[in-house]
């Protein structure tokens, strides 16, 4: 092989993918080991990279403490309640309490936080949101991590996590390749804190042909975090739990700022609310505990947002579509109408360039919604990722291994989507995320727990051959065609792409099934993706850019191995809107008031499935915390 | 393809390949100027747009369900820490323009080095604290919540 190997040795703390997550563990464990060596590998350029790159116009989680506004444990029963009872209460409250912090520190570096002119406080949208103008969220956050960090590599496309071979289920660094020189990196590290995001692209999206980057989660977000914890053998949790989002049509132009600030509401084709119809069937399917239309109009208790997406994919199903958001009225008003340009402009400019493509002025049309395609992260409104031990003064035994953020593999650390069970952390919860692992990463160290990590070079040796293999791979079978890219020997990055989507949306439950599935379906699924994984091996890479695309298509066909196996697992549809398990219709607390966890053997490539008890530490007297 | 470079502004100088999350503004071998090389996976995020010195970076809504003829044009400033955006519709009938702050300290001045803060003490270390903790979570001098200052308590068992 032609490409150098170049080896960067005794790190103490390596951050692989540093968006908000990462740029957050690079910053704080600066604070905790300064002596200590930081390192960060970057797929893209950390000023623009990650789900950020784009800008936001809202912070999502800010608590406002400061300002009297929530405590910790209000955030806890909220989500719990928007995610159907499921989530790591230990870890929410953790990130909770710690939030507000961050927050205030982005307000120091330069971010600006609009003000409530009255009460002195952050412009709230919702509950739980306030408004930014975030164009340059990331870069901002870019500047914290660069200057505490000791060396940042940009375009280092990490495939592998490093094993120690002194101490098993230890990590030991890690490896990836440059998308640009295409040298080969080994990143020898005492710790490794992953970030490496959530995962879109592994449904079939609604956009075709050239339009079909238009997605609504980052279509860089190659769900790296899963793969490469779930190849090492971290268990996982949650990951049945994706996610499909109500976005304006085609542009996928957020919803958030619309409905909370400027207080517009849907209506069904003919201008009718269909919600409230739905409910009565629906609550025979979930329970009163989760659908209680009463309880949440007295309580501002929100309904889940899985179930609203209920209520649209059946009055669509029914014949009433397209789904209106109604903005007429709030539009009058100029100032409102520029906050809704805005928010498009400062994170889903694809939005505002569609509507000035079709003459869609919300001022005098209802512009129309839909539902996506479904995700899999772990930081914004669902919970996949891996299981982690919370912090010690909170979590149950179940939860706790001694270090916060930590996997079940020592020395391997989370932070933001690759956390599961943290959902609503979305982009100011992911930066706390990682400066909780940072800080226990650092004592990790300091516990002596990283000494004497080895690294054979027979196991460099052996990842350099695999990372390379689908460019051997081309240059070995290309010459036995004429030209174009079909070849009996192999298939290219977007085909693998094209097949791993269509799979997933059929067998997995994705929009073109109307999120449907059943035991039968995910059984084949899950053949499909066992003889795919066949095929990867002899996937072929024409340049670098290619390279990076085949191992993209990799991690997410294991981060999809692992949703299928999940979804298989919960016999029961937890989350109507999300999914269904048509052979298993009703949610069914008896038996699944439970977390799931899966464990890859990375041997075999067989999974062990389990069932986690789901430890409420918050009470769920919504009236009296009203109060 | 959501973007293009014209050929006649482009001059090859790379900071669209250097900021593209995705990989996919490359400079051509032959023109010696920049193109995107995968349109299906352009996401419009404009950072590219906005990294141009030369302005010469255009986007073209997305074919599967844009028309011709709009426009959404932009111009980030650092140094005045501001963009603005113009935003003409298709039908000519609406032009919008559009200025947000990004910033509100000269950039990059004000992320601190945490090298240069007093190295944090044994206690801090022990205790629940992040950087900058508990001054920066509330005005008070309340410290990071526990279960019990919020007067909770872990619930006995698995149940709802
Ligand atoms: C359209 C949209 C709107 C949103 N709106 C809001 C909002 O209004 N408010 C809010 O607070 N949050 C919002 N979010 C959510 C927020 O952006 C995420 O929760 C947060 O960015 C997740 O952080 P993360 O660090 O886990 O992942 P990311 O920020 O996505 O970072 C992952 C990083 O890993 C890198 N990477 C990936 N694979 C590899 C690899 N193999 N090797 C090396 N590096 C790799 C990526 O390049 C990236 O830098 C929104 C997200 C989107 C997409
Ligand atoms: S708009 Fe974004 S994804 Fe598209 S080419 Fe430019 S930087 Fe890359
Ligand atoms: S940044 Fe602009 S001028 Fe420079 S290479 Fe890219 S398109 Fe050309």
Redesign the interface.
Known sequence: MAYKTIVEDNIDVLVAGAGLGGTGAA??A???G?DKKIVIAEK??I????AV??GLYAINCYMG??FGEN???DHVRYARIDLM?MVREDLL??MA??V??TV??FE?????IMRDKEKGSFLREGRWQIMI?G??YKP?VA??AK??ADKVFN?ICVTHLLMDEAKENRVAGAVGFN?RTGDFHVFKSKTVICGAGGASNIFKPR?????????WY???SSGSAYALMINAGAKMTQMENRIVLARFK?GYGPVGAYFLHLKTYTQNAYGEEYESKWFPELQKLVGK?YLDPEVSHLTHRPIPTCLRNHCIIHEVNAGRGPIHMVTMHSFQDPHLE?IG??NF??MT??Q????????V?PKNENPELTTSEPYVMGSHATGCGAWCSG?E??S?PEYFWGYNRMTTIEGLFGAGDAVGGTPHAFSSGSF?EG??AA?AAC?YI?DGKAEGITVSEKQIFDRKEEVFKPLEHYKVHRNEIVAGTVNPNYHNPRQALDRLQKLMDEYGGGVTVNYMTNDKLLSIGLKKLKIMEEDLEKIAAQDL?EL?RAWEVKHRHRASECVLQHTLFRKETRWPGYYYRGDAMKLD?ENW??LTVSRRDPKTGEYTMEKA????????DEVAAAE | MPTFVYMTRCDGCGHCVDICPSDIMHIDKTYRRAYNIEPNMCWECYSCVKACPQNAIDVRGYADFAPLGHSVRVIRDEEKGVIAWRIKFRNGEKDLNLLAPITTKPWGSATPDLRKETAPTQEQRDSQQLYSEPKYIRMDDGDVHTLESNGLKMKVGVYY
Do not use: C, M
Request: aromatic share 10%.
């Open positions: 910053f704080e600066r604070y905790w300064q893209a350029n000023d623009r990279s990650g790159a784009q403490t400061r405590n910790p444990e009872g409250f953790d309490r710690h507000d912090s205030h520190n120091d570096w330069g971010l600006p103008h164009e340059s901002i500047e914290a200057k505490n375009r998308v956009s075709v042909g050239e339009g079909a980057g238009r997605v980052a279509p860089w085609d505990e520029e340009w805005h402009l400062g400019v694809g505002a360039v569609l509507w000035a493509a079709t003459d002025d912090p003064d909170i149950p706390t400066r909780l800080k004592k300091d850019h990076l607390d008031h439970v008890p789901l430890y409420h530490l918050v009470d769920d």
